[in-house]
């Protein structure tokens, strides 16, 4: 899809962008400190997925809900959780967005509508659509955003949410980013051909799929997606296509493997998002090279002060084992 950005403010271009290079930086450099084995967590990295988490969640309001998954590290900033909470968390300090209880895999921060992430496989799925349910029911001006991908894709959950949001017409969206790998199964193994739901009628749920790669393509989609769920008219799928260039867990490459090839991974990093998008506003005179240096080097010292934070703060009292675990 060419986009006319023009017909987009300033403002928000910048954000987008912004946002982008600000979550590609954040893994970056959690990537570069994992191998110290400090961080005591498993990590899911969504480097170069970047396009999909800040197209959806800039057209949500800081109230409406997202529910994550384990690869969910630019879904929880992107929604607006602080990164100082998110790389503790990462430490498993009692600073933590979940008090060092959760590790990378679940995140939460509910000031900004993040919901949680979860490491179960699917998790999040009815427990957005059950968001949904419970917005309307209360009668709120508020939207549910899943976030999941082609490993959740083949669960059963998945087809039972999505028929209860459209029997009930919920303010659902369903956010389907197929970066076609679960864990070294590709997507064509398992899913036999274009995913069904492509061809529900548009009335019951529109779906449509996109160009995972690009910021413009998502966040029209889901402009449109947003619109009908606040018009009370249902929910909607979105599937963006784009690929997982690191491994399925840890920092670094997993071409070893033997999966995919390392020209597979090359060609697909060659289409990253960030510099895609940073291309065009140079291109249109959005950004100059200036601006987006001055960008990098802030984002570059929000990164470092987050993990001095992270490094500093305390872990959680032995004591304390039990906090949390039951609401009185």
């Not at 969504?46 to 690869?71: F, K």
């Not at 993040?114 to 699917?122: L, W």
Request: net charge neutral; with cysteine; glycine share 8%.
């Amino acid at each position: 899809m060419t986009m006319n950005l023009k017909k987009y403010p300033h403002k928000l271009l910048v954000k987008l962008y912004f946002d982008m290079l600000r979550i590609n930086k954040v893994q970056l450099h959690i990537e570069s400190l994992y191998h110290l084995d400090e961080m005591k967590t498993p990590i899911h990295l969504s480097i170069g997925q970047e396009a999909i988490a800040v197209g959806v969640c800039a057209n949500l309001r800081q109230n409406d809900y997202i529910s994550s998954s384990h690869r969910g590290h630019g879904h929880y900033l992107a929604k607006g959780g602080d990164l100082k909470r998110l790389i503790a968390e990462l430490y498993c300090r009692e600073t933590g967005c979940s008090k060092g209880r959760g590790g990378s895999m679940h995140l939460v921060d509910t000031s900004v509508g993040h919901m949680g992430s979860s490491s179960i496989v699917g998790g999040g799925i009815p427990i957005g659509t059950g968001l949904g349910l419970a917005t309307q029911m209360k009668a709120e001006d508020r939207v549910s955003v899943i976030f999941f991908s082609d490993g959740a894709a083949d669960e059963g959950a998945l087809y039972e949410s999505i028929n209860f949001a459209i029997l009930k017409k919920l303010p659902v969206i369903f956010v389907y980013e197929n970066n076609q790998f679960a864990v070294c199964s590709h997507v064509s193994a398992r899913q036999a051909g274009e995913i069904i739901f492509h061809k529900t009628p548009h009335d019951a749920m529109p779906s449509q799929a996109v160009n995972g790669n690009s910021v413009m393509d998502v966040y029209e989609a889901t402009k449109q997606a947003v619109m009908r769920a606040r018009q009370k008219s249902g929910p909607s799928f979105i599937e963006c296509k784009t690929y997982r260039v690191r491994g399925h867990a840890g920092a670094g490459s997993d071409e070893k493997l033997g999966y995919r090839t390392a020209e597979e991974i090359r060609e697909w990093e060659a289409k990253c998002p960030v510099r895609a998008f940073s291309e065009i506003l140079l291109r249109d005179g959005v950004l100059n090279e200036t601006e987006i240096q001055i960008m990098e080097e802030t984002i570059d010292c929000e990164i470092d002060e987050a993990f001095r934070f992270a490094q500093r703060s305390p872990l959680p009292k032995p004591e304390d084992v039990t906090k949390y675990l039951f609401c009185d």
